[in-house]
């Protein structure tokens, strides 16, 4: 049993007696399934039935550190093949989101090493990846990937539509001096840029929830630069929700009202601060929430097409 275990868990006929195996099985014996299997975690993995007793499997470890250490340090070898495969990310998800925080730190580390954020594309399963491991890793983690950004590598992510969203992630980890330096060495040369286009500009406003101490360089940028921000209607969203919704110090906001006193644009502005911006909302890009609305939509559908395709397969093979 023990040297054909890995090949019952993608054997639909015979794959139930696994399934009874793990529900019964105590926390030694579930230690010793993930030391059979650990070898042949990438075939179980990325097999659209394999992978649905696996995902059972590890939630099953949840409460038992030495099985689920054991399938983590296997997943942490195949990353790359199963942060591209549907069914390989899927599990690797189940391994990260698990109580155990060495676990997940492991899993993190592994998709931080693997999947760079200024080297991403469109590929919606490995930037699910990306944003549940910058949900769970480290302080430190978050720092170094703010210093590896320069600005034009900035640029590229924030103008970016997928991409920009993995940075709103790296913006809410924000928490201290070090990492608030870091990122204004990179922002702040293109702050202005970014704040006249629409997707980067939707991407900056996740920077007025986090620390005061951490985003006060953006609004003295903006008392300094207020002319700017109070002449378009896009770049003028950033300072409205800087002043009506972000987290900085009120006297810096004061003096940004008061700097908008002396533009020419001042009545106007004034206006829409008073009575908000309904009817002059020009960032209908695509939100974080509609955004998992879409990708929850595309994941239940696959999953249907996979129970469709299994049972399929189990009427063939009876």
Same mark, same amino acid.
């Given at each position: 049993?023990?040297?054909?275990?890995?090949?019952?868990?993608?054997?639909?006929?015979?794959?139930?007696?696994?399934?009874?195996?793990?529900?019964?099985?105590?926390?030694? @014996?579930?230690?010793?399934?993930?030391?059979?299997?650990?070898?042949?975690?990438?075939?179980?993995?990325?097999?659209?039935? !394999?992978?649905?007793?696996?995902?059972?499997?590890?939630?099953?470890?949840?409460?038992?550190?030495?099985?689920?250490?054991?399938?983590?340090?296997?997943?942490?070898?195949?990353?790359?093949?199963?942060?591209?495969?549907?069914? !390989?990310?899927?599990?690797?998800?189940?391994?990260?989101?698990?109580?155990?925080?060495?676990?997940?730190?492991?899993?993190?580390?592994?998709?931080?090493?693997?999947?760079?954020?200024?080297?991403? !594309?469109?590929?919606?399963?490995?930037?699910?990846?990306?944003?549940?491991?910058?949900?769970?890793?480290?302080?430190?983690?978050?720092?170094?990937?703010?210093?590896?950004?320069?600005?034009?590598?900035?640029?590229?992510?924030?103008?970016?539509?997928?991409?920009?969203?993995?940075?709103?992630?790296?913006?809410?980890?924000?928490?201290?001096?070090?990492?608030?330096?870091?990122?204004?060495?990179?922002?702040?040369?293109?702050?202005?840029?970014?704040?006249?286009?629409?997707?980067?500009?939707?991407?900056?406003?996740?920077?007025?929830?986090?620390?005061?101490?951490?985003?006060?360089?953006?609004?003295?940028?903006?008392?300094?630069?207020?002319?700017?921000?109070?002449?378009?209607?896009?770049?003028?969203?950033?300072?409205?929700?800087?002043?009506?919704?972000?987290?900085?110090?009120?006297?810096?906001?004061?003096?940004?009202?008061?700097?908008?006193?002396?533009?020419?644009?001042?009545?106007?502005?004034?206006?829409?601060?008073?009575?908000?911006?309904?009817?002059? @909302?020009?960032?209908?890009?695509?939100?974080?929430?509609?955004?998992?609305?879409?990708?929850?939509?595309?994941?239940?559908? /696959?999953?249907?097409?996979?129970?469709?395709?299994?049972?399929?397969? /189990?009427?063939?093979?009876?």
């Amino acid at each position: 049993m023990k040297s054909i275990l890995p090949a019952y868990f993608i054997d639909i006929p015979k794959s139930f007696l696994v399934k009874r195996l793990i529900v019964h099985c105590d926390g030694n @014996q579930l230690a010793d399934i993930a030391y059979y299997i650990r070898n042949s975690i990438d075939k179980i993995a990325t097999h659209y039935h !394999g992978s649905r007793l696996l995902e059972g499997f590890i939630q099953r470890c949840y409460d038992h550190p030495e099985a689920l250490e054991t399938i983590c340090k296997s997943l942490v070898k195949d990353m790359s093949l199963l942060a591209n495969d549907s069914h !390989g990310s899927h599990i690797v998800q189940i391994a990260i989101r698990s109580p155990n925080e060495k676990c997940s730190k492991m899993i993190s580390d592994s998709i931080l090493d693997s999947l760079k954020i200024e080297e991403m !594309g469109d590929q919606v399963m490995s930037n699910n990846l990306l944003r549940d491991a910058l949900l769970v890793c480290s302080d430190e983690r978050i720092t170094s990937i703010l210093k590896s950004l320069t600005p034009q590598k900035l640029s590229s992510v924030l103008q970016h539509k997928v991409l920009s969203i993995n940075m709103e992630y790296v913006f809410s980890r924000i928490n201290n001096e070090e990492q608030s330096l870091s990122l204004k060495e990179s922002l702040m040369p293109i702050f202005l840029e970014m704040a006249k286009s629409k997707i980067p500009n939707r991407s900056m406003q996740r920077l007025f929830s986090i620390n005061s101490d951490c985003n006060k360089f953006i609004y003295q940028f903006m008392r300094e630069n207020v002319e700017k921000f109070v002449t378009e209607i896009i770049p003028f969203l950033l300072l409205y929700r800087a002043l009506n919704e972000g987290e900085g110090n009120e006297n810096e906001k004061e003096a940004i009202r008061d700097a908008i006193k002396n533009t020419k644009t001042y009545s106007w502005a004034n206006d829409k601060l008073q009575k908000g911006l309904e009817g002059y @909302q020009p960032l209908k890009e695509l939100s974080l929430h509609d955004y998992y609305e879409r990708m929850a939509s595309k994941e239940k559908r /696959e999953s249907e097409e996979g129970e469709s395709n299994e049972k399929k397969e /189990e009427l063939v093979s009876s």
